[in-house]
């Protein structure tokens, strides 16, 4: 059986976020290159818009393709500095001796679980899902709630980014963090469980009530 100790949370965090945003980017290119084609643009859009109309969507996508990557970055570096803060908030506010180092490495681990998700739409998407358009890819998550819809084309994008993002990985990924906050903190699974619904998961469902409020102002302008 496998034992962890306190001190196993002790690690250089930079160089591990490091590691997982080589990767990211490495599936990021691969989406890019394997997936988001130009034919896919061509099979969305070939109805709608003249070809030349096209052509300058697919040159403009190349661009910011590339601006992506950064943006990719940002917002990775961004979600784990923001998921560990939030938690290390609420286990301040509950007096529990834990560092904010350690818990962003408990925050690290648990980002496995995120990546196998990524990997597995990839996968997915150039095996066994058949798409055809562009909503096709973006509506496509395993084991999601979304996956349970008949027409998730036809939904506003916020509610299948809702639907998206509850799926069995990421809620996998809440029952790590609290798996490993218990090791190291030794309180009971189930106040750990506690504290990281009250405190990352609310923070999720306002982070999905805003994107719906933005996305539904846009869509109105």
């Given at each position: 059986?496998?034992?962890?100790?306190?001190?196993?949370?002790?690690?250089?965090?930079?160089?591990?976020?490091?590691?997982?945003?080589?990767?990211?980017?490495?599936?990021?290119?691969?989406?890019?290159?394997?997936?988001?084609?130009?034919?896919?643009?061509?099979?969305?859009?070939?109805?709608?818009?003249?070809?030349?109309?096209?052509?300058?969507?697919?040159?403009?996508?190349?661009?910011?393709?590339?601006?992506?990557?950064?943006?990719?970055?940002?917002?990775?570096?961004?979600?784990?500095?923001?998921?560990?803060?939030?938690?290390?908030?609420?286990?301040?506010?509950?007096?529990?001796?834990?560092?904010?180092?350690?818990?962003?490495?408990?925050?690290?681990?648990?980002?496995?679980?995120?990546?196998?998700?990524?990997?597995?739409?990839?996968?997915?998407?150039?095996?066994?899902?058949?798409?055809?358009?562009?909503?096709?890819?973006?509506?496509f998550m395993p084991l999601s709630a979304?996956?349970?819809?008949?027409?998730?084309?036809?939904?506003?994008?916020?509610?299948?980014?809702?639907?998206?993002?509850?799926?069995?990985?990421?809620?996998?990924?809440?029952?790590?963090?609290?798996?490993?906050?218990?090791?190291?903190?030794?309180?009971?699974?189930?106040?750990?469980?506690?504290?990281?619904?009250?405190?990352?998961?609310?923070?999720?469902?306002?982070?999905?009530?805003?994107?719906?409020?933005?996305?539904?102002?846009?869509?109105?302008?």
């Amino acid at each position: 059986m496998i034992k962890f100790e306190k001190t196993d949370f002790q690690f250089n965090s930079y160089y591990i976020m490091l590691i997982f945003l080589i990767l990211y980017l490495v599936l990021a290119w691969l989406m890019y290159s394997s997936i988001m084609t130009d034919s896919i643009f061509y099979q969305t859009y070939g109805t709608q818009i003249s070809f030349d109309r096209i052509e300058e969507i697919i040159s403009a996508n190349k661009i910011i393709s590339w601006i992506s990557y950064i943006f990719i970055a940002v917002f990775l570096i961004l979600r784990l500095l923001t998921t560990a803060a939030i938690i290390y908030f609420a286990t301040y506010l509950s007096d529990l001796k834990i560092s904010y180092n350690q818990l962003l490495n408990i925050i690290l681990i648990s980002e496995v679980v995120l990546l196998l998700s990524a990997i597995t739409k990839y996968v997915g998407l150039l095996t066994w899902h058949n798409y055809s358009t562009i909503s096709d890819i973006q509506s496509f998550m395993p084991l999601s709630a979304l996956s349970f819809v008949k027409n998730p084309t036809e939904l506003p994008v916020f509610i299948k980014y809702t639907l998206q993002l509850f799926n069995l990985f990421e809620i996998t990924y809440w029952f790590i963090i609290s798996f490993f906050l218990t090791i190291v903190t030794k309180i009971k699974f189930q106040k750990s469980v506690s504290l990281v619904f009250s405190s990352y998961v609310i923070s999720l469902i306002f982070w999905i009530i805003l994107i719906s409020f933005l996305s539904t102002t846009i869509i109105k302008t």
